[in-house]
């Protein structure tokens, strides 16, 4: 059984507005906004002070609920739904979420449509905590035995409901065996793993180590990681993953030193519509998060960058998908669709 959720939360609703932990200045500072409709909680989306493939469809829940209840009407609804759902492109959650509020409100009709609009969000909140819950147990036990462990960006409490996706296994593994160490990569360039990963990992009271993005592949080939466990933000129905850039290297190297791969991630984050990695979108964003770091240039002021926020690991690459509803091993079209069934 998973242990008890414990550590950090990253969003709380009060039932009429919806507070989030800004994840821009995490750790030096823990700064709450309250956001109350459509329009803030896309841009915290945007900026990333609200993360995660199933935390960002969570918060995006609440935002059309908010909004709705601000203003009921068709209107309103749809220029709320259009808004978020357009807020980050890659993560499935986010479109899965906004969908299921806009369909509970217009089945529920203009009298109570901000109720029900309400209600739903609060559903897929409930749903995202359990499903992190079993995530937990299940990758715990397919993972049983692996002490030192490699992950990269930020995958915990801050990035989903409950306790997290690859690092909630990460967590239930540490707490059936002390042993458990972890390599956490920096992440670049927003560095959510030397920022957020660490933090949850040290309030935890979990061994970890950071280590440079390009050091990661070199240290599996050394045979320093028993396995890599990763999240995910969009996965296609033949198994393929859209996790944070730079995770496509590491299903390489774990390929090559004959070390599991595995993804973790709640089936929301399958996108049913998707019938390879070859159709996900990959969000690029601004150049200065590339030139900058804590606010210091790095390079040329007008240097040309291109800065892809994710990349696609064939599904060849992964050993297993672990969700709340099993675990796809390895993962494909009927591994994948039993899932789903």
Same mark, same amino acid.
């Given at each position: 059984m998973a242990h008890e959720r414990t550590g950090p939360r990253a969003l709380r609703w009060d039932g009429r507005r919806l507070h989030v932990l800004d994840q821009t200045v995490l750790p030096a500072r823990e +700064?709450?906004? =309250?956001?109350? @409709?459509?329009? +803030?909680?896309?841009?915290?989306?945007?900026?990333?002070?609200?993360? $995660?493939?199933?935390?960002? $469809?969570?918060?995006? $829940?609440? *935002?059309?609920?908010? =909004?709705?209840?601000?203003?009921? @009407?068709? *209107?309103?609804? =749809? +220029? @709320?739904?259009?808004?978020?759902? +357009?807020a980050r492109p890659t993560a499935v959650n986010l479109a899965h979420a906004v969908d299921r509020v806009k369909a509970a409100a217009l089945a529920a009709g203009p009298a109570t449509m901000a109720a029900a609009a309400r209600a739903e969000a609060q559903r897929i909140h409930a749903e995202e905590d359990a499903a992190s819950a079993e995530i937990a147990r299940r990758g715990a036990e397919r993972l049983g035995g692996a002490r030192r462990l490699l992950t990269i960006c930020n995958t915990g409490a801050l990035a989903t409901g409950g306790r997290g996706s690859a690092l909630a296994v990460v967590l239930e593994l540490h707490a059936r065996d002390p042993g458990v160490h972890v390599l956490a990569c920096e992440t670049r360039p927003l560095l959510q793993g030397a920022r957020l990963t660490t933090w949850e990992l040290a309030a935890a009271g979990v061994p970890h180590a950071l280590v440079v993005d390009g050091a990661a592949p070199g240290l599996i080939a050394r045979g320093e990681v028993d396995a890599v466990i990763v999240g995910c933000d969009r996965v296609a129905l033949t198994g393929d993953v859209a996790n944070k850039v730079g995770t496509y290297p590491l299903a390489l190297a774990a390929r090559e030193a004959g070390i599991p791969f595995v993804v973790a991630g709640p089936t929301s984050t399958i996108d049913r519509a998707l019938e390879d990695g070859a159709g996900i979108r990959i969000e690029e964003r601004g150049p200065d998060e590339v030139r900058t770091a804590g606010g210091a240039l790095l390079t040329l002021p007008g240097v040309a960058v291109r800065n892809p926020a994710f990349d696609v690991t064939p599904a060849p690459l992964i050993t297993a998908l672990v969700t709340e509803r099993g675990i796809a091993e390895p993962p494909g079209r009927a591994t994948i669709g039993a899932l789903l069934a």
């Amino acid at each position: 059984m998973a242990h008890e959720r414990t550590g950090p939360r990253a969003l709380r609703w009060d039932g009429r507005r919806l507070h989030v932990l800004d994840q821009t200045v995490l750790p030096a500072r823990e +700064d709450w906004l =309250e956001l109350s @409709g459509a329009q +803030d909680t896309a841009a915290a989306i945007a900026r990333l002070a609200v993360r $995660g493939a199933p935390l960002i $469809g969570i918060a995006a $829940g609440y *935002g059309l609920a908010m =909004e709705v209840a601000a203003l009921p @009407g068709l *209107g309103t609804l =749809e +220029d @709320g739904w259009a808004l978020l759902r +357009d807020a980050r492109p890659t993560a499935v959650n986010l479109a899965h979420a906004v969908d299921r509020v806009k369909a509970a409100a217009l089945a529920a009709g203009p009298a109570t449509m901000a109720a029900a609009a309400r209600a739903e969000a609060q559903r897929i909140h409930a749903e995202e905590d359990a499903a992190s819950a079993e995530i937990a147990r299940r990758g715990a036990e397919r993972l049983g035995g692996a002490r030192r462990l490699l992950t990269i960006c930020n995958t915990g409490a801050l990035a989903t409901g409950g306790r997290g996706s690859a690092l909630a296994v990460v967590l239930e593994l540490h707490a059936r065996d002390p042993g458990v160490h972890v390599l956490a990569c920096e992440t670049r360039p927003l560095l959510q793993g030397a920022r957020l990963t660490t933090w949850e990992l040290a309030a935890a009271g979990v061994p970890h180590a950071l280590v440079v993005d390009g050091a990661a592949p070199g240290l599996i080939a050394r045979g320093e990681v028993d396995a890599v466990i990763v999240g995910c933000d969009r996965v296609a129905l033949t198994g393929d993953v859209a996790n944070k850039v730079g995770t496509y290297p590491l299903a390489l190297a774990a390929r090559e030193a004959g070390i599991p791969f595995v993804v973790a991630g709640p089936t929301s984050t399958i996108d049913r519509a998707l019938e390879d990695g070859a159709g996900i979108r990959i969000e690029e964003r601004g150049p200065d998060e590339v030139r900058t770091a804590g606010g210091a240039l790095l390079t040329l002021p007008g240097v040309a960058v291109r800065n892809p926020a994710f990349d696609v690991t064939p599904a060849p690459l992964i050993t297993a998908l672990v969700t709340e509803r099993g675990i796809a091993e390895p993962p494909g079209r009927a591994t994948i669709g039993a899932l789903l069934a």
